[in-house]
């Protein structure tokens, strides 16, 4: 394959890049070309003459974009502005997990404080962080479903994070009673699940920006 060439790699990476934000058809009929290009005019065994030769007749990374209706400038701009979204949709679902798991653990420890109120979650309260949590959550699937940074499994990963998390801690507090130890165990879960997703999260929204 002549992309086995360090400045034939570079350049098809240049390009990718370039198009990362255009038309998938678009992209695939460009890049198609390139490397038909370029496994026409470089050997295996071609030297740098050659290599430049043929990448200068190809015209740059930029020219190819351009002929091709992208610009590299509008094209950078789309990507921070993918980045960001991404940055915004993580943060949403991160949030409204966190505040589920942070809920359902104090109520999980308040069940052994019946008798003391500074301890207790009432159900109002509680009813209003689940409608909190499911209001973050439902921006941040808006947020995913516009985003092309992720795969379509990445995609269901993230926006069955929170109903994922909203089971989870139910299941948790299933056991809890007026046992403490029962109680302090099912807070404990909570919070390192809480931190496993949180991290999770982080881990896709890095992805974004490679």
């Given at each position: 394959?002549?992309?086995?060439?360090a400045r034939v790699h570079s350049y098809l990476e240049e390009l990718n890049d370039l198009l990362r934000d255009a038309p998938a058809s678009v992209r695939r009929d460009v890049i198609a070309?390139?490397?038909e290009h370029f496994d026409a005019s470089v050997g295996p065994d071609a030297d740098a003459a050659t290599v430049d030769d043929a990448i200068e007749r190809m015209g740059t990374p930029e020219q190819v974009a351009a002929e091709a209706g992208v610009e590299p400038g509008r094209t950078q701009s789309a990507r921070q502005g993918s980045v960001l979204a991404a940055a915004l949709a993580c943060l949403a679902l991160a949030g409204a997990c966190s505040l589920t798991y942070l809920i359902g653990g104090l109520m999980a420890l308040s069940a052994g404080f019946d008798a003391d109120p500074d301890w207790e979650i009432n159900g109002a309260t509680a009813a209003a962080a689940i409608v909190l949590s499911f209001a973050a959550w439902l921006c941040g699937t808006v947020l995913v479903a516009v985003n092309r940074s992720w795969s379509r499994r990445q995609k269901a990963l993230l926006i069955a994070s929170w109903p994922a998390a909203l089971v989870l801690s139910e299941l948790c507090n299933l056991p809890t009673g007026p046992l403490f130890a029962v109680n302090v165990i099912s807070f404990v879960v909570q919070g390192v699940i809480g931190?496993?997703?949180?991290?999770a999260l982080a881990k896709l929204w890095f992805a974004t920006r490679s």
């Open positions: 394959m002549t992309k086995t060439h070309g390139v490397h931190v496993l997703v949180v991290v």
